[in-house]
């Protein structure tokens, strides 16, 4: 026997037992994006190493230890597997002049890679659903973008979320606080781990970041870089929270937020649960007016936010949020082989018609008694069996039987007049 082959480590696979809860969560973002007038985008899962270097920062934890990169055997071009999305979607926006004609809101899901510890909530293959505003320079748009999520936990029932803010303003503001920091620093150099050593010159905003508990109070004590803003920066972080206030939402000022991504100014924001031990950010973002800039596009402002679906979804599962997972409306009973000629020709049309059914498989020509068919329509969750008996085709029906609400009632419906009855085999939630 062959030795047995398994997944690598921290990337899983996804079965369905499960797969339902994404499924929905997926169709929610979906239709809320829609409402909000945020279109669909698709990137490759491979880009060129240089975009993450270039966009992320080269001394950022991403780039310098977690990416998968390695060389085409074919060309020996550096390439990479996404460690996350917004670097791309701007490639994309750049590479295709998507900004001619105006601002574009746009969203996305799927797959990222990065290399590191597996643990709960936090894998090497993980999956993000994001939401990025670009061309737009305005402080509404932050807020519209913050809002946005804050309607996907309402629509998904989400609660015991926080969101936290701070502003990290424009270059030479921030550049006038990195010094300070850095000379706060060095006065306390034996207080500082070697992660803080190695970043002290060349990312020091990024010490203010340490999950390191000793290191806590003289972080507390470095100066706040809200204190070096300008009047600019200050008016769009007022704005931002003005808008908040007006819709109810709450939020923590949180001077040390700072993200992991040297792309980002002024607004930066994350929500924030206690649920999930050290990986409590399930969703962040923020402001990036030059990233595109910097991947060779003209400048022009941008905004987005990426949530995690793993920690979404885990946390719903703490808080004993149940997902409807996509249900199936109708299974088809068939005591004689005979029939599945006719019986084919009906669930096509129920299927055109928008009914989710499924039928019975038997072994070969034999389809089983109707006992264990019946046993099987109720375990596959659907909310009616269908039984196309000898006497009922003969009539040109087919038995509708209720397995949920208002269980064991039935009715004979006619076969030619489907397309008038099919919609009430249908789920109200779909």
């Not at 040297?262 to 990233?291: A, P």
Request: aromatic share 8%; glycine share 10%.
């Amino acid at each position: 026997m062959a030795e047995k082959i398994t997944a690598v480590k921290g990337m899983n696979d996804l079965l369905p037992t499960d797969s339902g809860r994404w499924e929905t969560l997926e169709e929610t973002v979906r239709q809320l994006m829609r409402r909000h007038a945020y279109r669909n985008i698709r990137t490759p899962i491979v880009e060129p190493t240089a975009l993450f270097v270039r966009g992320l920062g080269e001394v950022t934890d991403i780039v310098e230890k977690e990416m998968y990169s390695f060389e085409d055997r074919l060309n020996g071009e550096q390439l990479t597997l996404r460690p996350e999305a917004t670097a791309g979607v701007v490639r994309a926006v750049v590479e295709h002049n998507l900004l001619y004609d105006g601002g574009k809101r746009l969203y996305y899901m799927g797959p990222m890679f990065r290399h590191e510890r597996p643990q709960r909530g936090r894998y090497r293959q993980f999956h993000q659903i994001g939401a990025e505003a670009l061309g737009f320079a305005g402080a509404e748009v932050d807020a519209e973008l913050i809002l946005l999520a804050v309607s996907l936990w309402q629509a998904v029932g989400l609660k015991d979320v926080r969101l936290e803010l701070n502003s990290l303003g424009q270059p030479p503001e921030r550049a006038q606080h990195r010094a300070a920091l850095i000379a706060y620093f060095e006065q306390h150099a034996d207080q500082l781990d070697e992660d803080a050593k190695r970043r002290l010159h060349s990312n020091p905003l990024r010490i203010l970041d340490t999950k390191n508990p000793a290191m806590q109070a003289l972080v507390e004590g470095a100066p706040k870089l809200i204190d070096f803003l300008g009047e600019a920066s200050l008016k769009h972080f007022e704005m931002v929270r003005q808008i908040l206030d007006a819709n109810g939402v709450g939020y923590r000022i949180n001077p040390r937020l700072v993200r992991g991504m040297d792309y980002y100014n002024l607004t930066v924001f994350e929500f924030i649960t206690e649920h999930l031990g050290s990986q409590g950010t399930i969703c962040g973002g923020g402001r990036y007016d030059y990233l595109i800039e910097q991947v060779g596009g003209k400048p022009a402002p941008a905004v987005g936010w990426a949530l995690g679906v793993e920690r979404v979804l885990e946390l719903l599962k703490e808080q004993q949020v149940a997902l409807a997972a996509p249900s199936l409306d109708a299974y088809a009973i068939v005591p004689d082989a005979a029939a599945l000629p006719q019986v084919f020709q009906t669930l096509h049309a129920l299927r055109a018609s928008g009914v989710a059914v499924q039928m019975h498989a038997g072994t070969g020509e034999g389809m089983g008694s109707m006992k264990s068919q019946f046993k099987k329509a109720d375990a596959s969750g659907a909310s009616f069996a269908l039984i196309f008996g000898e006497e009922e085709l003969a009539r040109g029906e087919v038995t509708v039987k209720a397995l949920r609400d208002g269980q064991g009632a039935q009715r004979c419906e006619s076969l030619a007049a489907l397309a008038q009855w099919a919609p009430s085999l249908q789920s109200p939630v779909r």
